[in-house]
């Protein structure tokens, strides 16, 4: 795609409050001037709002105040008046009842914090899973130039020698506990080792996978994704970043003019080949419905499957984030992907040229870390879309994360009716169950858990673990880490909290998964199926009053982005009154 500029100068939004003697002009300076700004800062240069996540309760995030400094050196540098401004940062490791039920919130926030104010430009400070996908769905919405820089990765962690990556080496360490295999006592003193620097998670979780999107869909300077959090070039990435968002508002490069659908296509394949997490499908699926794209799950599975796998990365590889830093990062994947013809290599870029001029000079550094081809984790590395009577609109599944011998398998469903359902029972020596069964999972979609809780991947039995068994198919309505692994289908929907079929699954069911086939489906005659449909009545009552009900009276389904009805859709940066 060809971008043409904007004619420069030209009267910029802020100065719908900036600009003139009047007295709004004056209040709005005036106020602004008590932070010793000299006049001249508001004499019509781009104003840019530096949405900072920091918080000491989103310990993935809390770095970004010295990132916001630097992107601030930068806007000055290139002329710009920076302004930073605290938004909504939802952190995955603490908030209740999950992270998840907060994204639409924090957009919703994010989108309000740029419209009513004044801001030309935004650059957008991430790094916990949700974090990335609230702040860009929100910036989509109004449609101002936009960059995201991510706050980076941890540095690895090491316990006895052994690479242990956020969140992976938590469930490792806790079935190994299980299984007798660890001591309690070792698995506290693991904790620290898990998480030494500064950063977000540093396996390929889904702040690594999202900071990957935004670069792959090309919201970011290139090279963002990978750069450790404590690494300097993390620091010059956010100072270029200023640099870049001035000249962006002086172009008018927007949001809408980069996430085209082809960049949503770099973006899916992109998703495969580094074995991406699940919950890339449910945020991108959310941003392009920000600015009218028409992406579905069968984008998803027709994009994908052709992509193998070459980040070995946990979970499904070996290293870490910091080996994929030094081994080139992103723009190697982005470059192999253009080698093979599988990225449209015209995309345009937050830089005002196309992805391509970005990537196609770079090297690998390390073909253990990102792989030849024909030495990929898997061939297939796309998200799989299941459908099937189990699943009328959808269901997910990681192939890179699955085991190779129940991609096609038939099992008796053990059924748990919500989470605290499956807690009281799974060790339980007397539950029936073996490693040939199939663990069902419901009440944990958007609406039901209430926010669609990362529990997709149930840990085993004890009495399974202890066979030596570390895999069996699950199923359930929830998310999953993007840390997580094993072959767990997730996302199905509709949901059981609104009636999907997954509501009327039963113990002893038999369940047929074929991954190659995309189904799921449930083995009981179709008469008998929509006999317990029409019997099905909802468990809980919804929320009576706050978020809570807003949020359960408008989130939609997973295969719908769980976004709220009412926020869907592009609705700019023009603001309707002037304030006094
Ligand atoms: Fe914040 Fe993983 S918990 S990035």
């Not at 970011?220 to 690494?231: E, H, K």
């Not at 196309?354 to 030849?372: K, M, S, T």
Request: some cysteine; charged content about 20%.
């Amino acid at each position: 795609m060809t971008f043409k500029p904007a004619r420069w100068p030209r009267k910029l939004r802020s100065q719908e409050w900036f600009a003139g003697t009047s007295k709004d002009a004056i209040y709005h300076r005036s106020w602004m001037k008590n932070q010793g700004l000299p006049a001249d800062l508001f004499d019509g240069r781009p104003v840019i709002g530096i949405l900072n996540t920091f918080s000491e309760l989103n310990p993935c995030n809390a770095h970004l105040n010295d990132l916001a400094e630097r992107v601030k050196h930068g806007v000055y540098e290139a002329g710009g008046l920076p302004v930073i401004v605290p938004v909504f940062s939802v952190s995955e490791s603490g908030f209740r009842p999950t992270a998840m039920m907060f994204r639409n919130l924090a957009a919703m926030a994010v989108e309000e914090t740029i419209r009513g104010q004044q801001m030309d430009g935004v650059v957008c400070l991430v790094g916990c899973d949700k974090t990335t996908p609230s702040l860009l769905m929100g910036a989509a919405s109004c449609d101002l130039p936009t960059i995201m820089v991510s706050g980076g990765p941890m540095l690895n962690g090491y316990f006895k020698g052994e690479r242990v990556g956020s969140g992976t080496h938590l469930w490792k360490f806790s079935e190994a506990v299980k299984a007798g295999e660890m001591t309690a006592a070792e698995f506290v003193e693991a904790e620290a080792s898990m998480s030494r620097s500064a950063g977000a998670c540093n396996t390929m979780g889904t702040a690594s996978t999202m900071a990957s999107m935004v670069e792959a869909l090309g919201m970011t300077l290139s090279g963002n994704a990978a750069i450790p959090a404590v690494d300097s070039r993390r620091r010059v990435m956010a100072h270029l970043t200023g640099r870049r968002i001035v000249q962006m508002v002086k172009d008018d490069l927007k949001p809408s003019d980069i996430l085209t659908r082809e960049a949503f296509r770099n973006a899916v394949r992109t998703n495969a080949a580094i074995g991406g997490s699940t919950n890339a499908v449910i945020h991108l699926l959310a941003i392009a419905g920000r600015v009218g794209i028409d992406l579905s799950l069968d984008d998803w599975d027709a994009w994908g499957r052709d992509v193998p796998t070459i980040v070995n990365l946990m979970p499904s590889g070996k290293y870490l984030m910091e080996e994929f830093f030094y081994a080139g990062g992103l723009p190697v994947v982005l470059k192999r992907l253009g080698e093979a013809g599988l990225l449209h290599k015209g995309a345009l870029t937050v830089s005002g040229g196309p992805i391509w001029e970005e990537v196609r000079e770079v090297q690998n550094h390390n073909e253990d870390v990102i792989l030849p081809a024909d030495e990929a984790l898997t061939q297939s590395g796309g998200i799989v879309v299941l459908r099937g009577n189990l699943a009328p609109d959808g269901a997910v599944l990681k192939p890179s994360a699955a085991s190779a011998h129940l991609m096609q398998h038939r099992g008796r469903a053990v059924v748990f009716e919500d989470i605290d359902d499956y807690k009281a029972r799974i060790e339980d020596e007397a539950l029936e169950i073996d490693e040939t069964c199939v663990m069902v999972l419901k009440n944990c979609g958007p609406r039901g858990y209430p926010g669609m809780a990362e529990v997709g991947n149930m840990g085993l039995p004890p009495k399974v673990l202890r066979k030596g068994i570390t895999d069996m198919v699950r199923i359930s309505d929830a998310r999953m880490s993007g840390t997580a692994y094993g072959t767990v289908v997730l996302h199905t929907s509709p949901e059981a909290a609104r009636g999907g079929p997954l509501a009327v699954v039963r113990t002893g069911d038999l369940i047929e998964l074929d991954v190659a086939g995309r189904r799921l489906h449930l083995d009981i005659p179709d008469a008998e199926l929509q006999a317990r449909l029409a019997a099905w009545t909802p468990g809980v009552a919804p929320p009576a009053s706050g978020y809570a009900k807003l949020y359960h009276d408008h989130v939609e389904g997973a295969d719908k982005a769980a976004d709220m009805d009412f926020l869907v859709g592009c609705r700019g940066n023009a603001v309707a009154r002037e304030s006094h």
